[in-house]
């Protein structure tokens, strides 16, 4: 068990055996993925990205810096496109629209990737603040899962090395001290690592993880061996729709982009 600050923060168990589920991503060519590469010009922007990981780090700092967070601001849509054209009008969101604006653009780059929410041990209890919603993207080079927090504009790494958010867990509760974020003084890294700790609990994604035009509302929740599966969050709202599981390997499978048609 590792200490960030004063906090204990105890390491995670989860299994590692076969289960089988049906995870479904954009082809980077779909009409709405091209419309959002080509009118925020995203293959400029990662022009000069060396790694797959680069192209993570850039478009999680461009989409950090558009506007000033707002846990507040619900859109009246959740596609990336709509949510860029709100802010251009000086709208601003919560994690969850950095997120989804992250996440698309990273499909429409050609890069697999996932909006990823968390949630606390106590999720089922507390009354307030107990999610937050990140994105995971699927490194095609490194073969890779990588974590990146479009609210804290953080991609955080082991050893150089891109880790998950189940990997990110890990970490903080047994060697901090070699995680490494790209603009984040040691006073910073601590001040976030004993933020998102507790969020780092739950993990629940879509199956189904096109950008726009989903066929089922099916998600997925991975659960710590041993831990209770939350069928309520903040004690008012049903969690449905919800499978889970407790290995690891099921909930990190190896994208496959569907076709065109």
């Known amino acids: 068990m590792n200490v960030i600050g004063a906090m204990p923060i105890p ?29 925020y010009e995203l293959e400029k922007l990662v022009a000069g990205a060396k790694s797959d990981l680069d192209r993570v780090r850039i478009v999680s700092a461009w ?29 601003q969101f919560r994690c969850v629209e950095y997120a989804i604006v992250i996440n698309g653009c990273l499909n429409a780059l050609g890069i697999p ?9 106590d999720v089922e209890t507390r009354e307030f603040g107990a999610g937050h919603v990140v994105v995971e993207a699927w490194l095609r080079d490194a073969k890779r899962w990588t974590f ?12 150089n090395e891109p880790i998950s958010a189940v990997e990110f867990q890990r970490y903080i509760a047994k060697d901090a001290s070699r995680l490494r974020i790209e603009g984040f003084s040691r006073k910073n890294k601590t001040i976030y ?6 969020y780092l609990y739950y993990f629940d994604v879509a199956l189904d993880s096109r950008v726009v035009g989903q066929s089922t509302p099916q998600r997925l929740m991975l659960v710590p061996s041993g831990a209770p ?33």
């Open 113 to 121: 990737s996932r909006t990823l929410s968390l949630k606390t041990a």
């Open 148 to 159: 990146a927090d479009g609210q804290w504009n953080a991609v955080p790494t082991y050893k």
């Open 229 to 261: 599966q939350p069928t309520v969050f903040q004690r008012n709202w049903p969690i449905a729709n919800m499978a889970y599981t407790n290995s690891a390997r099921a909930f990190y499978p190896t994208p496959v982009l569907v076709s065109e048609d």
């Open 63 to 91: 989409v950090s810096g558009l506007w000033h967070h707002d846990g507040w601001n619900t859109p009246k849509q959740n596609d990336p496109l709509y949510i860029l054209d709100q802010v251009q009008k000086g709208e």
């Open 193 to 198: 690592f004993e933020w998102i700790a507790e």
């Open 11 to 39: 390491m995670l168990q989860f299994a590692d055996h076969e289960e089988a589920y049906e995870f479904i991503w954009n082809n980077p060519n779909d009409q709405y993925l091209a419309d959002l590469r080509t009118k």
